[in-house]
Each structure stands twice: as structure tokens, then as C-alpha cells.
């Protein structure tokens, strides 16, 4: 075996592999393309170098198949702290929350893009590098496997016996018709077949496998198809999260959205003008067994408007279910409980009206909020937990047994003092800033019960509790690019992968009784593809031509 992936038996008759790279289909036994293999013989840098032979080198290095693999290596490592942390993209509210509840660290990680991952500079850097270096790798071994398609298999070596899968065997026909015979048999099984033109030198040279390095290069031309499409649509894609009330609505405009994140080409201003309504919202849960509480379906019930006069028209969002409306996706996310809150002052006026979000905190749905009444006098402050189903452990306090509304309770505290909404500093909705503040009472209530708050501070009466989704509204218009380029992904990696690359020679000779000597043998050209089986059906083949002797060792 040669350094370059030929043999030594090719050299023999002057067809050496090296001399005809293509011949391989554009890779060798050693996985490389003849290009890679010719091209990196030097990969040291250049030493006294111009800056054109610089730019060459970066070129040939950036291009080459260990870079390309070290940069996906490096795709999947910055994709990590996607994973790690919540990010703006697809969950804005834990990522307000996780601020909230890491001031020191979060906002070190915010300037480094931890809270959206795939909008980063440094991400975008990795992914234009790997498209590139990708490009560079499969454009020359196009080229390679195009030639490769249009030659014809190098000739028979001169010593079949240093092949793999070697049969000798005695016959009575003609050399030349014993070449003849095994080269029909092989076209009738789909090889690629070379005759010599000597009938004093009868040998048939085949070769079968080539969809092997074209499912290779299929592979990789739609990984890049696929990266590409996902850079269409971080380009013209856009995405939006909103938590919208049961009975209530929004309207796409970006005012609308809790979060909004768009493609540095779109027109934030030229928004598909559709409004949506959640009419109604359902949620089962498992009752009993070992997932007593598991959901088992989430579903809401809503009516849109394409733009403003068209006619209305009925939905329902499920999970995994989106809604198309206008080019735009819009997919149920989760869910949770707002509590109807009605604060009176001291005269009782009613300072506060209104159903408020919680987040919940666990799996069965006890969830957290807060009340802001800045029009009371002095204003007021209520920090809440509520509970669909509430109970109170001895151990945890009060704590939720299950995830719907069966007996709900909302427990309170009360603060009054200055909310410090007119300090000019940006605050969460779901946090209150006690520091100007001062704690006032403790209390639990059931739907329609009133609290009377201490020192004739007003009153606060808990109606009952709404539900509210999440929706995101999302358009990836390169979405589609990238299923077909997933798909024929697999397709090329299913031929890479099954089909075996080899090739059988034979030769025919005649000894001094008159006898013809035939020598079949194979070369492998994947791992794995022994040829013992391809020379052993062709020696049978020639074994059983009516006008010989058959036998033979």
C-alpha cells in the first residue's frame, strides 16, 4: 500500500493511483480527497512569505476538513449556553426573572450575549467561518467527482495475486471470450466496466460505489444549504412573545409584544396587521396514579382578523399545534393563573381593578405576583402567592396540590410606602422594591373575601382568578429551505454510509497446454467493503461457461 491510498500492484503497469486522483471519486483509502491529500503536503506556515502567499496558506488552512470539524465542534459548544440559559428568543420571562434574581452576575453575562445565544456576534463569527471553510472543502471535490463520473476505471493491474479476494481458475474458452463473458455479467450488475483492446492481453477492469462519495458531497452541499437557510431567517425572520388574558386580545405591532427580536433586514414598522383574541382556554390534568397533575391538553380557542375590515374566523391553539395567520406562526407556549384584584382607599374609591399575571413556580402551578397601586395615598404594595388548590403544610407553608382551580387561595402581604415608579429606574413587573417601604399585614383570601388593611389603609378583595397563555408569534422564512436541506442530508448520509465502494479486475491468459488462466481479485475502497463475495460470483460465473472444462483452484 502506497502513502497516497494506491497499491503497490497499481504501479506494477504504470497505472499508479496517484497519477489519476480522480479515478477515486475524489477520496482516497485514507478519506481524504486526492486534492486534500496533494494540497497538504506542505501545511507548515510559510516562512518569508509575501502577503499573497500568506492569504494562500490562511486559505488552505480555513479550508481544509480538520477546520472544518474544529469549527463544528466550536458551533456546538457556543450553542451550549442556549441550553443553560433561559433566553430572550424564547422564554423572556425566566430571563427577567433570572435577572432579577442574579443582579451581580447577570448583567456580566447579558454584555456577553448568555441571554441570546444565537444572536451573538461571536456566534455569528463561528457560523460564517464554518459556511465558508464548508464551501472552500466541497467546491474542489465537486469538481473531483464530476471527473471522476466521466472517466473510466484504470486498467487491470499486472499482479492480481497481492489483491484482496484473489480466485485462480483453469477454463477452456478463449481468453478474449472470457473477458467478454465477465464483462456482460458485470454491466447486467450495474458496474462500470473497462475492456482492454488487446486480444493478446484480455483483462476487464471494474469498478462499483461511486454513489458512495456523492452522497458525501450531497450530505455536506445541504448541510450548507441548511446553515444558510437558518441565516435567511435570522436575517428576514422575526419573532414575538406576549401573555394575553383569557377574553382579551393584542394586535401585531410591536407595542403589543412583551419581547420582540427581528432580523437586522426587517421592517419592524411593516408587520403583518392581523389581531387576535383568546376567547377561551382549556387545560386537563391527570387525576391520580403516579402523574396525578401531569397535563395531558392545552388548548385555546381564538378569533382573528387578517387586517383591519376583513372578516373574522375562528381558531384553536395546541400545543405543538400553531395557527398561520398571514405568513406569521403563532404557537401556544404555556400557560398560568392572574388573579382579579379589587383595591379600595379609605373613603373607598377604588384605586385598583384588575386581573394581574403570576408566574408559576412549580408544577403545580403555585405561582407568585405582585400588586402595584400607585394612585392610593400613600401607595400600596401587595406581594401574593396564589394557589389553584391550596393547602398549608406544616413544614412548607402554603403550597398548591394540584394544578387546577379546585379550591383557590391567594395569601398577601401588604407594604405601604413609595413604589419608586418615579425614580426613573426601570423596574419588573413581577418584583416589588421594598426599600421605601414599610410592611403593614398578612392575610389569606378566598374568592369574594374582602381584607381590611391595618391603619385604615383601604381594603383589598380577591374576585377569583383568570387564566392567561403564552403565545409566541414567530415568521422563519427560511424554515422551509432547511427541512429540504435535513432531509436530503439524511438521504446523502444514508449513501455514504450503506454504500460500498470497490473495484474487481480480471485477466485471462493462455498457458503453453492451450488451457486459459484466469486470475479475479478486488480492491476495497471503504472499510468494511470486503470484495471476496464480488470475485467469488464472478469466478462462478466463469466457471459455469458451457464451453469449458468448469473447475480450478
Same mark, same amino acid.
Given at each position: 500500500?502506497?502513502?497516497?491510498? =494506491? ?13 489519476? %486522483?480522480?479515478?477515486? &471519486? !475524489? ?30 496558506? @490562511? ?26 440559559? %433561559?433566553?430572550?428568543?424564547? /422564554?423572556?420571562? $425566566? ?22 445565544? @444565537?444572536?451573538?456576534?461571536? @456566534? ?7 459556511? *465558508?471553510?464548508?464551501? !472552500? ?8 467527482? *464530476? ?8 486498467? $487491470? ?7 484482496? !479476494? ?8 478463449? %481468453? ?21 483492446? #488487446? ?9 462499483? &460505489? ?8 450531497? +450530505? ?16 428576514? &425572520? ?13 394586535? /401585531? ?29 382549556? $387545560? ?14 392545552? $388548548?385555546?380557542?381564538?378569533? +382573528? ?19 398561520? *395567520? ?31 399575571? +403570576?408566574?408559576?413556580?412549580? &408544577?403545580? @402551578? ?14 400600596? =404594595?401587595?406581594?401574593?402567592? +396564589? ?12 403550597? #398548591?396540590t394540584f394544578p387546577a382551580p379546585d379550591d383557590p387561595a391567594l395569601f398577601l402581604s401588604a407594604w405601604r410606602g413609595d413604589l419608586g415608579l418615579d425614580s426613573g429606574r426601570s423596574q419588573s413587573v413581577f418584583r416589588l422594591d421594598t426599600s421605601n417601604m414599610t410592611k403593614i399585614g398578612l392575610e389569606s383570601l378566598r374568592p369574594g373575601q374582602v381584607w381590611q388593611l391595618p391603619g385604615g389603609a383601604g381594603s383589598v378583595e380577591f374576585v377569583g382568578a383568570e387564566e392567561w397563555v403564552s403565545l409566541t408569534v414567530a415568521s422563519d422564512p427560511g424554515k422551509g429551505l432547511a427541512l429540504v436541506a435535513s432531509l436530503g442530508a439524511i438521504g446523502g448520509l444514508m449513501l455514504s454510509l450503506f454504500v460500498r465502494r470497490r473495484r474487481v479486475w480480471l485477466r485471462a491468459t493462455s498457458d503453453r497446454q492451450g488451457r486459459t488462466l484466469v486470475s479475479v481479485a478486488g480492491l476495497s475502497r471503504t472499510e468494511n467493503a470486503a470484495v471476496g463475495q464480488d470475485t467469488a460470483e464472478l469466478a462462478d460465473v466463469i466457471r459455469a461457461e458451457p464451453d469449458g472444462p468448469g473447475g480450478g483452484t
Amino acid at each position: 500500500m502506497s502513502a497516497d491510498g =494506491g497499491t503497490l500492484a497499481d504501479s506494477a503497469d504504470g497505472t499508479a493511483e496517484s497519477a489519476d %486522483p480522480a479515478l477515486s &471519486g !475524489g477520496e482516497g483509502l485514507d478519506g481524504r480527497s486526492a486534492r486534500d491529500r496533494s494540497r497538504n503536503t506542505n501545511q507548515g506556515a510559510p516562512g518569508k512569505f509575501g502577503l499573497r502567499a500568506w492569504g494562500r496558506w @490562511f486559505w488552505r488552512q480555513l479550508t481544509s476538513m480538520r477546520v472544518a470539524l474544529i469549527l463544528l465542534f466550536l458551533l456546538a459548544l457556543a450553542s451550549v449556553p442556549g441550553s443553560l440559559f %433561559p433566553q430572550r428568543g424564547t /422564554n423572556p420571562i $425566566a430571563v427577567d426573572e433570572y435577572i432579577a434574581n442574579h443582579p451581580a452576575l447577570a448583567p456580566w453575562l447579558d454584555r456577553l450575549s448568555m441571554f441570546d445565544v @444565537f444572536a451573538a456576534p461571536w @456566534f455569528a463569527a463561528i457560523y460564517l467561518l464554518l459556511c *465558508i471553510s464548508l464551501a !472552500g472543502c466541497i467546491i474542489p471535490r465537486t469538481f473531483d467527482q *464530476i471527473r471522476a463520473l466521466r472517466r473510466k476505471p484504470p486498467a $487491470a493491474p499486472a499482479r492480481l495475486d497481492r489483491m484482496q !479476494g484473489l480466485q485462480q481458475l483453469t477454463v477452456g474458452p478463449e %481468453p478474449d471470450a472470457v473477458a467478454e463473458a465477465a464483462a456482460d455479467w458485470l454491466r447486467k450488475h450495474h458496474w462500470r466496466v473497462r475492456q482492454s483492446d #488487446s486480444p493478446a492481453d484480455a483483462w476487464v477492469s471494474a469498478e462499483k &460505489g461511486y454513489w458512495r462519495e456523492t452522497g458525501n458531497l450531497v +450530505f455536506h452541499v445541504c448541510l450548507l444549504i441548511l446553515l444558510a437557510g437558518l441565516g435567511v431567517g435570522s436575517m428576514f &425572520g422575526w419573532r414575538g412573545t406576549v401573555i394575553v388574558r383569557e377574553g382579551q386580545g393584542f394586535s /401585531n405591532t410591536l407595542t403589543q409584544y412583551d419581547t420582540f427580536s427581528s432580523g437586522r433586514l426587517v421592517d419592524r414598522s411593516a408587520l403583518p396587521p392581523f389581531t387576535l383574541d383568546v376567547q377561551d382556554f382549556t $387545560a386537563s390534568f391527570q387525576r391520580g396514579g403516579q402523574q396525578d397533575g401531569a397535563p395531558r391538553d392545552y $388548548a385555546a380557542d381564538v378569533r +382573528f382578523q387578517t387586517e383591519p375590515g376583513a372578516p373574522e374566523q375562528q381558531g384553536r391553539l395546541e400545543v405543538n399545534s400553531p395557527l398561520s *395567520i398571514d405568513g406569521a406562526r403563532v404557537y401556544l407556549l404555556g400557560h398560568g393563573y392572574a388573579p382579579h384584584v379589587i383595591v379600595r382607599d379609605a373613603s373607598g374609591k377604588v384605586t385598583f381593578d384588575e386581573s394581574v399575571v +403570576f408566574l408559576p413556580r412549580d &408544577g403545580k @402551578f403555585t405561582s407568585t405576583g405582585v400588586v402595584k397601586v400607585p394612585d392610593s395615598e400613600p401607595q400600596i =404594595g401587595l406581594q401574593g402567592i +396564589f394557589l389553584p388548590t391550596a393547602t398549608v403544610d406544616p413544614v412548607h407553608g402554603p403550597i #398548591s396540590t394540584f394544578p387546577a382551580p379546585d379550591d383557590p387561595a391567594l395569601f398577601l402581604s401588604a407594604w405601604r410606602g413609595d413604589l419608586g415608579l418615579d425614580s426613573g429606574r426601570s423596574q419588573s413587573v413581577f418584583r416589588l422594591d421594598t426599600s421605601n417601604m414599610t410592611k403593614i399585614g398578612l392575610e389569606s383570601l378566598r374568592p369574594g373575601q374582602v381584607w381590611q388593611l391595618p391603619g385604615g389603609a383601604g381594603s383589598v378583595e380577591f374576585v377569583g382568578a383568570e387564566e392567561w397563555v403564552s403565545l409566541t408569534v414567530a415568521s422563519d422564512p427560511g424554515k422551509g429551505l432547511a427541512l429540504v436541506a435535513s432531509l436530503g442530508a439524511i438521504g446523502g448520509l444514508m449513501l455514504s454510509l450503506f454504500v460500498r465502494r470497490r473495484r474487481v479486475w480480471l485477466r485471462a491468459t493462455s498457458d503453453r497446454q492451450g488451457r486459459t488462466l484466469v486470475s479475479v481479485a478486488g480492491l476495497s475502497r471503504t472499510e468494511n467493503a470486503a470484495v471476496g463475495q464480488d470475485t467469488a460470483e464472478l469466478a462462478d460465473v466463469i466457471r459455469a461457461e458451457p464451453d469449458g472444462p468448469g473447475g480450478g483452484t
